[in-house]
């Protein structure tokens, strides 16, 4: 990172842009599609700058088998899109999933179905985190609420895909995208050197024919024809996915003597944030947990909050978090939704009523 400047004012999707480059990313394989333009701008010039390469595909479908192919030889590699570009990626996604291929996807979200809108939403939450693509596979979902987390979660995400081989999706929205803040442009603490990636995927890598000492070839593949081997690579990925679980990660405020705690993440997060300061001010006994993984999902954080109080989800879609925090509440808690719907712009006051409503018990 020398001669890099320690602080800039950066959108969120430059951020990101920054985030890549220091923490290792190598090829950047894309296309593009608004409102994450900004990240495949910034990398078509930092990446060759240091030796990288920048690739505008030909699709969606052609970046995401790119980076299955950079995955597989071991380079810290990323693409990036908006939520239908995403979708046309998941036949991709699924294929690194099965063949144990790290890579990192950003998905900085629209307004759908379909075409939809440029504007801000959530709504591709299940997507994101039930797999989206075809089989029994996981993807870890990262969500950033700030600027800097744009920044600092791309070492998280690189490191993650790394150690787990497995594709890392970093989850944001138009809001998270365009939103412009000082950013620290320094690597956050445990951040991985490129040195210590290498040596988490020596291993497995596809290096040529005639790279390793006895000259057989590896093989990484997702199709396995034989009774039973199908199964045990099934078996194979529940145990990593598993192992994944430790990695949960959520921040809380205020929440020790709150009666409602408002779950959220993301654009709603940071807006819901002054909300509930505003709230606390009046004497209100409000606080926030907002999940940092949105794969894991933090489930234990819920049940330990769960005993005497009541949580109310907000989120810019019809209904999908929600479903992810009434199971980790296991009926021990009441469990209310406020639903913000695709491209609407909505402010601290906006929310405000929800909230109380839900505070009283309406």
């Given at each position: 990172?020398?001669?890099?400047?320690?602080?800039?004012?950066?959108?969120?999707?430059?951020?990101?842009?920054?985030?890549?480059?220091?923490?290792?990313?190598?090829?950047?394989?894309?296309?593009?599609?608004?409102?994450?333009?900004?990240v495949p701008e910034a990398l078509s010039t930092l990446l060759p700058e240091r030796g990288g390469r920048f690739v505008q595909a030909e699709s969606e479908v052609g970046a995401?088998?790119?980076?299955?192919?950079?995955?597989?030889?071991?380079?810290?590699?990323?693409?990036?899109?908006?939520?239908?570009?995403?979708?046309?990626?998941?036949?991709?996604?699924?294929?690194?999933?099965?063949?144990?291929?790290?890579?990192?996807?950003?998905?900085?979200?629209?307004?759908?179905?379909?075409?939809?809108?440029?504007?801000?939403?959530?709504?591709?939450?299940?997507?994101?985190?039930?797999?989206?693509?075809?089989?029994?596979?996981?993807?870890?979902?990262?969500?950033?609420?700030?600027?800097?987390?744009?920044?600092?979660?791309?070492?998280?995400?690189?490191?993650?895909?790394?150690?787990?081989?497995?594709?890392?999706?970093?989850?944001?929205?138009?809001?998270?995208?365009?939103?412009?803040?000082?950013?620290?442009?320094?690597?956050?603490?445990?951040?991985?050197?490129?040195?210590?990636?290498?040596?988490?995927?020596?291993?497995?890598?596809?290096?040529?024919?005639?790279?390793?000492?006895?000259?057989?070839?590896?093989?990484?593949?997702?199709?396995?024809?034989?009774?039973?081997?199908?199964?045990?690579?099934?078996?194979?990925?529940?145990?990593?996915?598993?192992?994944?679980?430790?990695?949960?990660?959520?921040?809380?405020?205020?929440?020790?003597?709150?009666?409602?705690?408002?779950?959220?993440?993301?654009?709603?997060?940071?807006?819901?944030?002054?909300?509930?300061?505003?709230?606390?001010?009046?004497?209100?006994?409000?606080?926030?947990?907002?999940?940092?993984?949105?794969?894991?999902?933090?489930?234990?954080?819920?049940?330990d909050l769960a005993p005497g109080r009541r949580f109310l989800v907000v989120e810019q879609n019809a209904g999908q978090m929600v479903e992810d925090v009434r199971l980790a509440v296991n009926g021990a808690a009441k469990v209310d939704w406020h639903g913000v719907m695709p491209c609407i712009f909505a402010t601290?006051?906006?929310?405000?009523?929800?909230?109380?409503?839900?505070?009283?018990?309406?």
């Amino acid at each position: 990172m020398s001669g890099t400047p320690e602080r800039v004012l950066a959108k969120g999707n430059e951020a990101l842009a920054f985030g890549a480059v220091d923490a290792g990313c190598v090829c950047y394989f894309g296309y593009p599609i608004t409102p994450q333009n900004e990240v495949p701008e910034a990398l078509s010039t930092l990446l060759p700058e240091r030796g990288g390469r920048f690739v505008q595909a030909e699709s969606e479908v052609g970046a995401i088998n790119m980076l299955l192919g950079a995955g597989a030889c071991g380079i810290p590699s990323m693409t990036s899109s908006s939520s239908c570009g995403i979708s046309l990626m998941q036949e991709g996604i699924s294929y690194m999933a099965g063949s144990h291929v790290p890579g990192v996807i950003v998905n900085m979200s629209r307004g759908g179905p379909g075409l939809g809108d440029i504007g801000p939403s959530q709504g591709d939450y299940f997507q994101a985190t039930k797999g989206g693509g075809h089989g029994d596979h996981r993807n870890l979902v990262l969500a950033p609420s700030t600027a800097q987390e744009c920044y600092d979660f791309m070492f998280k995400a690189f490191a993650l895909a790394f150690k787990y081989a497995n594709p890392v999706m970093v989850l944001g929205d138009a809001v998270i995208a365009q939103v412009k803040e000082p950013v620290r442009r320094t690597p956050p603490p445990g951040a991985l050197s490129r040195e210590e990636l290498d040596a988490l995927c020596s291993p497995w890598r596809i290096e040529g024919y005639g790279a390793r000492p006895n000259g057989s070839p590896r093989l990484l593949k997702s199709v396995y024809l034989a009774e039973g081997a199908l199964a045990a690579r099934n078996e194979l990925l529940m145990k990593k996915y598993q192992e994944m679980r430790k990695e949960a990660s959520f921040e809380t405020e205020a929440v020790e003597d709150a009666e409602l705690v408002v779950v959220a993440f993301g654009s709603m997060a940071r807006i819901l944030r002054s909300t509930l300061r505003h709230l606390r001010a009046e004497g209100h006994k409000v606080g926030l947990l907002r999940p940092k993984t949105l794969y894991p999902f933090p489930d234990e954080a819920f049940r330990d909050l769960a005993p005497g109080r009541r949580f109310l989800v907000v989120e810019q879609n019809a209904g999908q978090m929600v479903e992810d925090v009434r199971l980790a509440v296991n009926g021990a808690a009441k469990v209310d939704w406020h639903g913000v719907m695709p491209c609407i712009f909505a402010t601290a006051g906006d929310l405000a009523r929800p909230v109380l409503l839900a505070l009283k018990g309406a």
